[in-house]
């Protein structure tokens, strides 16, 4: 029997020592990134940096890594992002990201979810750690829908409603070091990875 790829892992697990700070640069991006949140697209959010120390980062890399059992050596500090958007139209980022997968820490929701090509949204909570595989089909949309049903908007004009806006951190984690996660159905947990 194939080995199924997950593209999507809700962890369950969220980071809670880290979690305020996260918050708080929610308004800071709207502040000095006002054309951070596009529609039908993720924007680096660098104007950010100088807000967020490398002890901070080296922190939320320490606490995602105990709350997931990811080993630590496989986050680098090197690799951590801030990025904002709007919602996102079914796509994949094999070309932008080829030899990695995402570690997402949730930073601000709105109302919207990620999903994969069968899977209705469900929002986010603040902290919530999430695995994407960016080579597979996924979206991100209001709570409750589909990918498939979900407008696309074609100006990709900047999104200024707070529930229509999406915030996070990640750790780009090369493909080798983590595929163990992946090899799984859709529903399977962090935990059952880690004793496979």
Aim: proline share 6%.
């Amino acid at each position: 029997m194939s080995t199924r790829h997950a593209t999507l892992i809700r962890t369950g697990q969220r980071v809670e020592a880290c979690c305020p700070r996260l918050e708080l640069l929610y308004p800071i991006a709207c502040d000095c990134c006002p054309d951070g949140f596009p529609a039908e697209e993720t924007r680096e959010l660098d104007a950010l940096r100088e807000h967020v120390s490398l002890a901070f980062v080296g922190a939320l890399r320490r606490e995602v890594s105990a709350k997931t059992g990811i080993p630590l050596d496989r986050f680098s500090l090197d690799r951590f992002t801030l990025h904002g958007c709007g919602p996102v139209s079914l796509h994949d980022d094999r070309h932008n990201y080829p030899g990695v997968y995402f570690v997402i820490i949730v930073i601000h929701s709105g109302r919207l979810g990620v999903v994969d090509t069968t899977s209705r949204a469900r929002r986010h909570d603040a902290g919530e750690i999430l695995l994407l595989d960016p080579h597979r089909k996924h979206a991100l949309v209001a709570e409750g829908l589909t990918a498939r049903e979900h407008p696309y908007e074609r100006t990709h004009s900047p999104v200024l409603r707070d529930e229509d806006r999406f915030m996070f951190a990640g750790f780009d984690v090369r493909r080798p070091l983590l595929r163990e996660w992946f090899r799984a159905a859709p529903d399977r947990s962090v935990a059952a990875a880690r004793t496979a």
